[in-house]
Each structure stands twice: as structure tokens, then as C-alpha cells.
């Protein structure tokens, strides 16, 4: 485009503006008019919910505005070269009539008017001393005072808001509660008012209440895992092979963190993929976007004074499959270059973060079955994770000290017990916890309906037992958990290694098909498994850290292994977190 052509585009765009009120050549042709007084709009429609335009004046002197009535505002916007700007806001219309007014415009000896009309319709408006709120720590009531016309809907964003007691008519008040915050930070919620044609908003922004727990650097694990437990996944989520809401629907947000903080959590594993989000040569570089979303995600738990254990999960089956097939010097010399790509560019991103951040270098090494023996596997997981301590510990700062976690094979607790000898070299002492799984059971806490039998194991617990009956569990309950914590004790947390169940859970089941007997036995087996691993496990050095995917429905006798509705900010399997809270309320740390 030329020169010419640039400022002659601009220029018939404001001539365009201004030919929409015509001009005569003289002022008595346009009834005491002057031909250069021209206003850009003579009428102006708005919708019921209100809103701002814009109005332009040509004019060779100084223009005012005055609305006939309040529900109109005018405020000047610029000036420039004899064009006059101003912003007309209107209110939302509560009268439930369509309503019409003028502006009267003048300069000078020059006038003209403007016809303003606004349309009818279901609108709510939030009084102005009602729009924000600052409340202290110690929380209190707060009254929001608006006015609608039609209906209306209102929804709390956060939970330490209460709902509302009842429904307020036109020009009327609802009341909330904010409870007492006890994070280590400043906190904001919303209350959203909704109709048909617009959306207002209260904002309610609360101090913080307490100070930051973070200890020292250079904790060791044991004094660090004493602080972690109950711990939650956020599952199903960073991990997922299609992105963050592939595998469910909610996207994470620091609402949902400080839900969990709510019910007593104290800290969170975030099963994350790495590989599939990088290059696939030279460097593997890690995508800047999705290091970003992840760092983001971890700030929403370091912003509630959470733990955060955070992983290369399955991955796309780069290292914790495949990277046990083919165990040759040379491919596992290729994976552990990669492991420590990966973990370099990794711990760099995280390196100034206090040890309320925990990484931890795999998930479930071969958990299936191949080729070569267990114990060659265990020697090759060990090298892949000398890679991970290795790469985190060079790259210095705060990860020097860092508390690193390590897997057993297949984090099973039989294997780990057995073959699990070794732990990878560490120059810190007593900075390293390791990691198993426990879904035992299978047959209560995973089997799925359509395997063979499972569906018959549906009770978990010596006093939900059913004489005769095959619903059963019959092996691998109370006391058969009691003795693999225990052996993890001894073997590890005796030892400066405390451990982290860092996945566990059951399937809660729809049973009602059977029978409403059926149906309250299992959730009593529900919350036994729960309460058993929250007590049990921390008094042999174990934090558990229930599995949850946010698939939120009744899955039937399949089941479901959903803690928390994260889009509703609701307790999904009440009976799961009634036993998490009660067995984490009878639990002692490790004396």
C-alpha cells in the first residue's frame, strides 16, 4: 500500500462518520446550525443490561453533553482536531418497560439532542456499595443489595463462601457467610449474578491468616513427610495424552486447590507428562506453554502452603514401559540422557522454590510383565533414577537440598520389599523418600465388573463380612495392610527413607441392582479401606495419597475411584472422605 493510499483510507473513514447527520452550506439552511457543528450519531439504542457508546462532535468550539434523565451518564474522552469523543454509559434497565430519553447537545451558539432508547428485558444490577467486599481473617457476614427485573440465578465461586440463606425479590439483599482463612496468603472470591441478558459481579477479597509453614531448607524427608499427610492426586489431568482436560473436564484452577486445602489436605501429587510435550531430539526441550500451564498449577497448591509432589508420569510409555524391553548398555545410557534432559530443564524452571516442592522422578517402572528378569529391571530402574537425583542436584539452588522421591518397582510393595536393595547415590543425606502404590485388594479396590469374578468382590473389612457370602474380599484386608506397613517401616522409614503411598484407592460402586443391604455394606467397606490407610500408614512413616479422577458418575457395579466433583467444588464419594478424615484424625506420625 502507498503512502497516498495509507492516509487516505483513515480519512474517508472519519468523513464516512460524520456524513450520517447531513449539513447545509449556510446556518440559515440548517435552522441556526453551523455547517462545521456536526454530531456522529442522532440516536442511540441500548440493551436492557446497560453498556457504554461512543459519540463523536465536530465542532469549532467547546461541546457539552447533558442526559435529561440519570440512567444516562456522559464522560468526555479526547479531543483532537476540532473532534470532540464521549463515552454515553447506561444503566440496566429495571423497570421492566422500555424507556427512551434525550442528551442535549450544544457548542456555542450551536445545539443539537440525541435520542436515547433501551430495550426491555431480564436483567439483575448489583448496588455500587455492593460490587466488592474486603474481609478480614477471622471471616464475618456480608449483605449484597441489588435489583433485578425477571429471573435471576446467583453462584459462589469459591467454597469459603457460603450460599445464600434465601432468594432476595426486586430491590432486595441476600446475606453470605465468609469463613476464617487460615492460608498464608490473600484470597478472592466471587459471587456471579446471572439473567437472560447480563451477568454482575461481587467481588469479596479476604486477608490472609497465617504466615507461610515452610521449614528450613536442608529438612530432612522425615521432618518434611510428618507435615505432608493426608495427601490428594490431582489425576487424570497433567498426565493425560490429550492435554489437561482430555481424560476429564475440569481445567485446574486455584479455586479447586483451596477446595482441597478445605477438607484437610495437606498436600498434592501432580502426575505430569513430560516427553510427549517436548522435542524429540538434541536437547528435548520441553514446550514453553506447557511448562508454563504446569508451573501455574503448582503456584495454585505453593499459594496454600500445600506439599507438591510432582512426577514424570506414565509419559506415553517412553521410559517406564519401553525403557525395560530393550536393557542394553546403550538404550539405557539413551533413556538416562534423556531422563536428564528432562529433569535439568525441569528442576532449572523449579530451582528457587522452597521445600514445600518435592519431585520425584518416575510412576509405576514395568509394571507389566516382559521380558528380562525382576531383578534386571530393578538394576536398570536404578540407573534411570541415578539420572533423576543426578540431573536435579547440578542444576544447584534450592534443589540442592531438595527432597527427591524414588519408585519401587512397579511401586508394588511385595517387589519393593523383596528387590528393592539399593537406593540411587545421594550426596544429601536423609533427602530421599520412596514411593509404592497400594490398590490391594485388586479384587475390591480395581477389578472391574467385566473381568473375570470381579464383580463378586464388592466388601472390604472383618465387620462387613457376610457369612457365606462371595462379596467378599476375604484376604488382604486389615491385617495383611497392617504387615506390608509395617515391613515398609523397617525396611525404609526406620531407616531416614520415609515412604509416600502416592496412589491409593477403591472403587466406590453403584450396587442398588443387588440390594439396599448390599448397597450400605459396601460403602461401609468404602470407608474402612479409606480410614484404615489414613491411620495406618502414617504410623509407620507412609503419607497416603488417594488416587481421584473427576469421572463423576455412578459407574454402577464398574465403579468409580472420584473423590471430589472438582466442577461443583462438592465431595463426590462422601463415604471415601468421611474415612479419610476420620482415620487421619486417629493417626500418629511414626514414634
Not at 447531513?22 to 435552522?31: F, Q
Not at 465468609?178 to 459481579?201: E, F, H, M, P, Q
Not at 501432580?270 to 500451564?293: E, L, V
Not at 473381568?451 to 462387613?464: H, I, P, R
Request: proline share 3%; glycine share 8%; with cysteine.
Amino acid at each position: 500500500m502507498t503512502k497516498l493510499r495509507k492516509l487516505f483510507v483513515p480519512l474517508m473513514a472519519v468523513l464516512f462518520v460524520f456524513s450520517s447527520v447531513s449539513c447545509g452550506d449556510d446556518d440559515d439552511d440548517n435552522g441556526g446550525v453551523s455547517s462545521d457543528f456536526i454530531v456522529g450519531k442522532t440516536s442511540i439504542t441500548f440493551a436492557a443490561s446497560g453498556g457504554d457508546q461512543e459519540v463523536a462532535v465536530q465542532s469549532p468550539s467547546a461541546v457539552t453533553m447533558t442526559p435529561a434523565e440519570s440512567w444516562v451518564k456522559v464522560s468526555p474522552k479526547s479531543v483532537s482536531s476540532n473532534v470532540y469523543k464521549f463515552t454515553i454509559s447506561a444503566d440496566a434497565n429495571l423497570s421492566g418497560d422500555e424507556r427512551k430519553t434525550t442528551i442535549a447537545v450544544s457548542a456555542g451558539a450551536n445545539t443539537a439532542s440525541i435520542e436515547v432508547s433501551q430495550a426491555v428485558g431480564d436483567v439483575v444490577a448489583i448496588d455500587a456499595g455492593s460490587k466488592s467486599f474486603t474481609i478480614t481473617k477471622d471471616g464475618g457476614a456480608i449483605t449484597v443489595k441489588f435489583k433485578h427485573s425477571g429471573d435471576y440465578s446467583s453462584k459462589i465461586t469459591v467454597p469459603w463462601i457460603s450460599k445464600p440463606v434465601s432468594k432476595a425479590m426486586v430491590d432486595g439483599s441476600e446475606s453470605f457467610v465468609v469463613s476464617s482463612n487460615t492460608l498464608a496468603r490473600d484470597r478472592i472470591g466471587y459471587i456471579v449474578y446471572s439473567s437472560k441478558d447480563n451477568v454482575d459481579t461481587v467481588t469479596v477479597v479476604q486477608e490472609k491468616g497465617a504466615e507461610s509453614e515452610s521449614l528450613p531448607y536442608g529438612a530432612t524427608a522425615m521432618e518434611i513427610a510428618k507435615n505432608m499427610y493426608p495427601g490428594w492426586n490431582l489425576g487424570n489431568t497433567m498426565e493425560a495424552s490429550g492435554g489437561e482436560t482430555s481424560w476429564q473436564s475440569t481445567k485446574t484452577t486455584q479455586e479447586i486447590i483451596d477446595y482441597v486445602k478445605s477438607l484437610g489436605f495437606r498436600s498434592v501429587r501432580i502426575p505430569c507428562s513430560w516427553y510427549i510435550h517436548c522435542t524429540k531430539s538434541g536437547d528435548y526441550t520441553i514446550d514453553a506453554s506447557w511448562m508454563a500451564r504446569v508451573k501455574e498449577v503448582v503456584d495454585y497448591c505453593i499459594n496454600d502452603d500445600l506439599y507438591v509432589v510432582l512426577n514424570d508420569h506414565y509419559d506415553g510409555d517412553w521410559i517406564e514401559e519401553s525403557g525395560f524391553k530393550d536393557i542394553t548398555a546403550s538404550k539405557v545410557d539413551e533413556l538416562c540422557g534423556i531422563m536428564g534432559n528432562l529433569w535439568t530443564q525441569i528442576a532449572n524452571e523449579f530451582k528457587d522454590y522452597d521445600n514445600h516442592l518435592l519431585f520425584a522422578g518416575l510412576n509405576e517402572p514395568f509394571q507389566s510383565n516382559n521380558s528380562s528378569s525382576v531383578e534386571d529391571k530393578v538394576a536398570t530402574l536404578v540407573k534411570y533414577e541415578q539420572a533423576f537425583v543426578d540431573a536435579v542436584r547440578a542444576t544447584g539452588g534450592n534443589n540442592a537440598s531438595r527432597i527427591l522421591v524414588v519408585q519401587g518397582p512397579a511401586t508394588d510393595i511385595d517387589l519393593t520389599l523383596k528387590h528393592y536393595n539399593t537406593l540411587p547415590v545421594d550426596n544429601v543425606k536423609d533427602a530421599m523418600m520412596v514411593e509404592v502404590h497400594y490398590y490391594s485388594p485388586w479384587n475390591f479396590c480395581g477389578m472391574e465388573s467385566n473381568e473375570s469374578w470381579g464383580s463378586m468382590f464388592f466388601y472390604w473389612g472383618a465387620e462387613n463380612h457376610l457369612s457365606g457370602s462371595s462379596y467378599n474380599a476375604n484376604w488382604g484386608e486389615v491385617d495383611m495392610m497392617k504387615d506390608y506397613f509395617g515391613k515398609m517401616r523397617a525396611s525404609f522409614a526406620d531407616k531416614g527413607h520415609p515412604i509416600i503411598i502416592g496412589e491409593y484407592a477403591c472403587q466406590w460402586r453403584d450396587l442398588s441392582s443387588l440390594s439396599s443391604e448390599s448397597q450400605e455394606k459396601h460403602n461401609a467397606s468404602v470407608k474402612a479401606f479409606y480410614k484404615a490407610v489414613s491411620q495406618y500408614g502414617p504410623e509407620n512413616g507412609m503419607i497416603p495419597m488417594t488416587w481421584d479422577i473427576n469421572y463423576c458418575n455412578n459407574g454402577g457395579t464398574k465403579g468409580t475411584m472420584t473423590l471430589i466433583d472438582r466442577n461443583s467444588l462438592e465431595v463426590f464419594n462422601t463415604f471415601a472422605m468421611e474415612g479419610i478424615q476420620e482415620g487421619n484424625a486417629a493417626a500418629v506420625w511414626m514414634k
